[in-house]
């Protein structure tokens, strides 16, 4: 398959995902017709490498789906490119852990839920682990898990982020995703006690920041050298702005549908509103350029040998949260110009809303600890957080 012909079939499935958003939301989980039209597209394959059958399609190409998706859906659309990304995450393991997982199933549909909530017990052939994991994003459909725990890094009194991969059938998904926004991605706890997990199943996060993990250097393809938090990021931002670019469009054809009370003319023949929708768009075009162009500079890094340093990363980091800043900001500001209508139930632009501020809240989004991560950098201090 081409990566035009799979960016064709997903894009196809934009008004299914805009058909069943109510119910996604309603449900409290993305619609499992809709995740099977997914499925059956052949997303799951585009970060899975080829040598196990995968496509390794651009990064552009898949922050243009995850925009796609997002004007439809934007729930869907977060799950999506997440479990889409996470094969992405599997190709960043060792040779063992991809033959043994990539050898058995095309491709994985994940959670990745690397808060170092769990404890690791090194066993003979591997580790014992238990935990309670939040934020499961695609565990309502998952096979596979990946979750954090700690454990000794270079030097033994230096502990380490680990990410571990276990079968869904070893978890418990707990029922706690009562949320403002977002509702509809069914992103659930999960509970793992005492399991088992074999050491190839362990990947450190550390070697994945930087793109020189072990599945870098077993695969030495660019797609697996890029650094690990820009794409994370990146996977999270497309859906934003996606949603974003719709909301846009709602409000340029309801300019001339609505009268504005106590007038007699159509909004769109304000000059006011003229001013609103040309700064929008004006706007939009700048935060989704700015997004694809983000997305070039990530798949640069993975051309590049030399590995993307922590100062980099932050500001790549940083940039992204700013897109997702203003994605959420012109929502706000389209609902603000739409009048009262605009928090109906059956409005989609106060779903958009109520998706996007809780979106914005997403901890690699966090427009001051990025700054400030930064500024640290610029100045010559080390970060005091994840880059």
Not at 11 to 30: C, I, K, M, Q, S
Not at 121 to 138: D, M, P
Not at 156 to 183: C, F, K, N, Q, S
């Amino acid at each position: 398959m081409q990566e035009q012909e799979l960016i064709d079939r997903m894009t196809a499935l934009v008004p299914l995902l805009e058909a069943h958003a109510t119910e996604a939301e309603r449900l409290r989980r993305p619609v499992d017709a809709v995740m099977r039209a997914i499925e059956d597209t052949q997303a799951y394959r585009w970060f899975v490498p080829r040598r196990f059958g995968g496509f390794e399609f651009s990064m552009e190409g898949f922050v243009r789906v995850g925009m796609a998706l997002g004007e439809g859906c934007l729930s869907t659309a977060w799950v999506t490119t997440f479990c889409m990304e996470h094969n992405w995450l599997m190709g960043l393991f060792d040779r063992e852990a991809q033959e043994d997982i990539f050898g058995r199933q095309p491709y994985i549909i994940a959670p990745g839920a690397l808060a170092p909530k769990g404890k690791a017990v090194a066993v003979e052939g591997g580790f014992r682990l238990s935990g309670r994991w939040e934020w499961g994003t695609g565990v309502m459909h998952a096979d596979w898990v990946m979750v954090g725990a700690m454990g000794p890094g270079a030097t033994p009194d230096v502990p380490d982020l680990y990410m571990y991969l276990l079968p869904i059938d070893e978890v418990r998904v707990i029922d706690t995703w009562h949320t403002a926004g977002m509702v509809g991605t069914g992103s659930n706890d999960i509970e793992v006690e005492d399991v088992f997990v074999p050491a190839h199943r362990r990947a450190n996060v550390s070697a994945m920041r930087a793109g020189a993990s072990p599945g870098a250097a077993f695969l030495d393809s660019p797609t697996y050298r890029m650094p690990m938090l820009p794409v994370l990021g990146l996977t999270a931002a497309a859906p934003a702005v996606g949603c974003a670019r719709r909301a846009v469009d709602l409000f340029r054809r309801r300019l001339s549908e609505r009268v504005v009370y106590g007038t007699a003319n159509k909004q769109a023949e304000r000059a006011i509103a003229q001013v609103r929708l040309a700064g929008l768009v004006t706007r939009m075009g700048r935060t989704e350029r700015e997004l694809v162009e983000l997305a070039r500079e990530v798949t640069a890094w993975g051309h590049c040998h030399a590995q993307c340093g922590d100062l980099e990363r932050a500001g790549l980091k940083l940039r992204i949260a700013e897109v997702v800043r203003q994605a959420r900001d012109i929502v706000r500001d389209v609902v603000e110009a739409s009048g009262a209508h605009a928090h109906f139930l059956d409005n989609p632009l106060q779903r958009f809303q109520r998706d996007l501020h809780t979106l914005s809240c997403h901890t690699v989004f966090d427009v001051d600890l990025g700054a400030e991560n930064y500024g640290r950098l610029l100045l010559g201090m080390p970060p005091n957080s994840l880059v």
